[in-house]
């Protein structure tokens, strides 16, 4: 009787998946469109699947091999199934092979149910609590069916009464697993993530890629949407990333903004994407709300504004743009496009960017920086200094990218700092003056993306004027701007950040170091240089030839804790249970530390703001400059090149 129930219920359970593909694609391409080689992303999709996926899954064990064994004897069993029970295959040897597999996801399924006796806050309930079993039932039933094949028992045992009850097993395991891909359930993220991974938006992340620069509008384009204002208005497919979630929470663990009690839950942000995709409201979402926003009181569909249907505007002014949930995403989704995109919507179009934004804003157009100050005081920090200005010199070895820190009197200490460490080093370096501009990151982030296109441009005109070999600056984020962000507008640079340049100088013998005779260190990893831009050795071989051993806190490398000052967010000041930066220093005091090491103005600003008594903030820069000795190492022939590594 089995030989004629299995193969109705397998191929009824397929066809009414492929319905459920065909209606799911549907959904997916009311996006805009998005230049995607469809081919070529299937053939990559098993490496991307299994290395670069993979990657991000190990870093937690217990989860890495449960997935294995559950995800990998899913699909053996699914495909060996299909094959003995759908087009009959009755072999022995097919039999003991279909066996195993359903031993293996058996085994993968007690570790998901073990996973969910007490899951941690970050997992999402709801129906996620019954695939362990739905995981038991299908392996236990197709275990028990396959023993004829195998030769273990007779054929026909057990009766009407097995048959039933295997014939249940087999509707409730078929229903959630094959069905779940394409209808909807938890077991829609192995439908939607495999395409997702064929298809990224961002394919440069694959193969050890690093794909970090927001993507441009075009502005030229009057039909072209400015920024996102609906779910329609996302490309096809950032609306199947969305899909793709798996609802494990591990970018809500790791969000400054939700864990200051912020009204920002980037797991929920991209369900609530999802509800906006398909239609309906928040209302069976079964996990952590925004921070002091309920959960049903919120619904939109493709057409509708996002902003005030789906999300209020605060949640997506609350993010720093840090990165920590885009790089935790097990998925590998991309949640800060997502809220930029919005945030472009609400300042072109609406010109509703909160608190402080607009007068930035307004700032930059007018004085070319985000503080309103004149333009022709940018050189003063410097007035004494005696520096090459490239309009004069017109070539160089380096130029010294300042930034908008030019303005503010803490912030200048570190760049003397480095000219100090620059000119030890011998260097042949300048800086633009009065011809730089604001390198355009804070507007972008805002999401003013012409004012942002505006100053790129005018700051692309005025380096195609000069010759110069590489640019090196102490802000990370201009240094991402420059690096990943300008190529877009033809402007293509070696730029690095001053830690990296500094550790270059070390490598070849260019500076001469004392040791430092300050208290104990720790090292703050800023997010724009470290999870942007994966530099997270470089600071720390400067400090070790300084003869620092740094005290590493909890949360360092790709896991550091963002200061808050990123994104635009001391200017959008969305308020919370907690300061960013109070949660930082926390972290820092563990260590016992007495001096936290930067390489950052904003983390310098955000860090120093913390009410004292606090260790003291220091910049890479200043912590050199303080060790210099008068005499210089001999120096080596050539700059060394390191590669970038992780630290945790």
């Known amino acids: 009787m089995l030989n004629l129930i299995l193969p109705i219920l397998l191929f009824t359970a397929l066809g009414l998946a492929v319905l459920g593909a065909v209606r799911r694609v549907r959904m997916w391409r009311q996006g805009r469109p998005s230049p995607v080689n469809l081919l070529a992303g299937l053939l990559a999709m098993p490496r991307r699947y299994l290395v670069d996926l993979h990657h991000v899954v190990e870093r937690d064990k217990y989860m890495s091999k449960t997935h294995v064994a559950t995800a990998g004897g899913f699909v053996l069993s699914a495909v060996l199934a299909i094959v003995v029970h759908g087009f009959g295959l009755r072999s022995q040897i097919l039999g003991y092979a279909l066996l195993a597999a359903t031993v293996l996801m058996f085994c993968g399924a007690i570790f998901v149910f073990k996973r969910r006796l007490d899951p941690p806050s970050r997992l999402s309930k709801g129906p996620w609590m019954r695939l362990p079993k739905s995981l038991l039932v299908f392996s236990t039933t197709f275990f028990i069916a396959t023993l004829p094949v195998a030769g273990i028992l007779p054929e026909g045992f057990g009766g009407w009464f097995i048959v039933g009850l295997l014939g249940l097993g087999v509707v409730w395991g078929v229903s959630e697993l094959f069905l779940g891909m394409t209808w909807g359930g938890p077991m829609k993220h192995a439908f939607a993530g495999a395409l997702h991974l064929a298809w990224h938006r961002r394919a440069e992340r694959f193969g050890g890629g690093r794909s970090t620069g927001l993507k441009p509008l075009d502005l030229e384009d009057p039909s072209a949407p400015l920024g996102v204002e609906k779910p329609k208005d996302f490309t096809w497919n950032q609306l199947l990333g969305f899909d793709a979630c ?140 005696n520096l090459k200005v490239l309009s004069e010199v017109k070539s160089t070895e380096v130029l010294f990218w300042v930034g908008d820190g030019a303005f503010d009197m803490r912030n200048q200490r570190t760049l003397r700092s480095f000219v100090k460490v620059l000119k030890a080093s011998g260097v042949d370096f300048a800086v633009l003056g009065l011809e730089e501009r604001d390198s355009g990151d804070v507007a972008r982030r805002l999401g003013d993306e012409a004012t942002f296109q505006t100053l790129a441009k005018r700051n692309i005109q005025t380096l195609g004027k000069y010759r110069f070999q590489r640019i090196v600056t102490c802000d990370p984020h201009s240094f991402h701007v420059l690096k990943n962000e300008y190529g877009a507008f033809g402007g293509e640079y070696l730029v690095q950040h001053h830690s990296t340049y500094i550790a270059e100088l070390l490598d070849a013998g260019k500076l001469s170091l004392d040791a430092h005779k300050g208290g104990s260190v720790t090292y703050h990893d800023p997010c724009y240089l470290g999870r942007y831009n994966g530099e997270y050795e470089a600071p720390r071989q400067v400090l070790r030839a300084l003869g620092i051993e740094v005290k590493e806190m909890e949360r360092s490398g790709f896991r550091s804790r963002c200061c808050g000052g990123g994104g635009g967010a001391p200017i959008t000041d969305i308020p919370g249970k907690q300061r960013i930066p109070d949660m930082r220093m926390e972290d820092i005091r563990e260590t016992g530390a007495e001096v936290v090491a930067v390489g950052c103005p904003q983390c310098t600003a955000m860090l120093e703001g913390v009410v004292e008594p606090r260790p003291l903030i220091k910049d890479l820069a200043e912590l050199v400059a303080d060790a210099l000795l008068e005499t210089p190492a001999p120096s080596k022939p050539a700059v060394s090149k390191r590669e970038p590594a992780e630290v945790h």
């Open 246 to 385: 798996v609802q494990c929470g591990k970018c809500e663990a790791m969000c400054p903004a939700f864990a200051a009690g912020q009204p920002l839950n980037p797991k929920k942000l991209i369900q609530d994407m999802v509800i906006g995709l398909a239609g309906g409201t928040d209302a069976q979402f079964a996990g952590s709300p925004y921070p002091g926003k309920p959960i049903g009181e919120h619904g939109g569909h493709p057409h509708q504004p996002i902003v005030n249907g789906l999300v209020d505007a605060e949640t997506l002014w609350s993010c720093t743009t840090c990165r920590a949930c885009v790089e935790e995403c097990p998925m590998m989704i991309e949640h800060v496009d997502a809220i930029v995109d919005m945030r472009r919507h609400l300042t072109l179009e609406k010109g509703a960017t909160p608190n402080k934004g607009a007068e930035v804003l307004d700032n930059l157009i007018a004085t070319d920086n985000p503080g309103g100050f004149n333009p022709g005081g940018r050189m003063n920090w410097a007035a004494d200094l």
